[in-house]
C-alpha cells in the first residue's frame, strides 16, 4: 500500500524544481539577450547569424521543456529583383507523425537579408534546397533529450568571403558561432 502511493507521489513536477527549471532559462535567456543586444548596429552576416543563434538556443529549450521534436525549415523565396533568391527559415514541431507549426506566440518565419547567401554541411554531407520534393524534410532537428542532427552553417554576403559567419551544431545540442569564440579568444575573455 505505502509503495503504491509513492509511485503516484511521484508522477509530477515539484514547485521548487518548476521554479529551478524557469530560474534557469530565465537567467540563460538573460546572458544570450546581454551576448546578443550589443550588436543592434550590425547589419549582413553577423546580424543573421545572431538571430539563427538566438532562434536555435529558444528552439532547444522549447524542446526539452515541452518533450517534443522541433525542426529547422530552409527554402529560398524569390526576391524583390526576382534574379536572386532570398533565404528564408521558420520552424516546425512533430506532433502525430507530421509537422505542424509552433505556436502563434513563439517563433515565426524569418527572411535573411537579400545579398546573404546560406551554406550547409548536415551530417557530413552538403545540404541542397530540392524544389521537386513535395514534402521538404527539416535541415536541423531538436529533440527533446538534448540531441540535435550535425551540422555546419556558413551566411556570407558572395565576394566577401572574410566576412562569413560560422555556426556549427554538434549531436550533443552544443551550438558554436566560432567567429564569435575566436574574437574572444583573441580578446582574452
Not at 547567401?117 to 541542397?128: F, P, R
Request: hydrophobic residues 40%.
Amino acid at each position: 500500500m505505502n509503495s503504491s502511493r509513492s509511485i503516484a507521489r511521484q508522477q509530477g513536477f515539484t514547485l521548487i524544481e518548476i521554479l529551478v527549471v524557469v530560474f534557469i532559462i530565465g537567467l540563460t535567456a538573460g546572458m544570450v539577450a546581454l551576448s546578443v543586444g550589443d550588436r543592434k548596429n550590425e547589419t549582413g552576416a553577423p546580424k543573421e547569424a545572431a538571430l539563427l543563434i538566438q532562434a536555435m538556443d529558444f528552439v532547444s529549450e522549447y524542446a526539452a521543456l515541452n518533450g517534443e521534436m522541433v525542426g529547422l525549415f530552409i527554402q529560398p523565396k524569390e526576391s524583390s529583383d526576382s534574379l536572386t533568391k532570398q533565404w528564408c527559415y521558420h520552424w516546425q514541431r512533430l506532433r502525430e507523425g507530421g509537422w505542424t507549426d509552433l505556436p502563434e506566440d513563439t517563433l515565426s518565419e524569418h527572411c535573411m537579408e537579400e545579398a546573404l547567401q546560406w551554406d550547409l554541411v548536415v551530417e557530413g554531407h552538403v545540404w541542397a534546397y530540392e524544389p521537386d520534393l513535395e514534402v521538404q524534410p527539416p535541415v536541423v532537428v531538436f529533440s527533446p533529450s538534448g540531441e540535435s542532427t550535425e551540422a555546419e552553417m556558413a551566411i556570407f554576403t558572395p565576394g566577401e568571403s572574410d566576412s562569413a559567419q560560422r555556426i556549427e551544431i554538434d549531436l550533443m545540442g552544443g551550438i558554436h558561432w566560432r567567429n564569435q569564440e575566436e574574437e574572444e579568444k583573441r580578446e582574452g575573455r
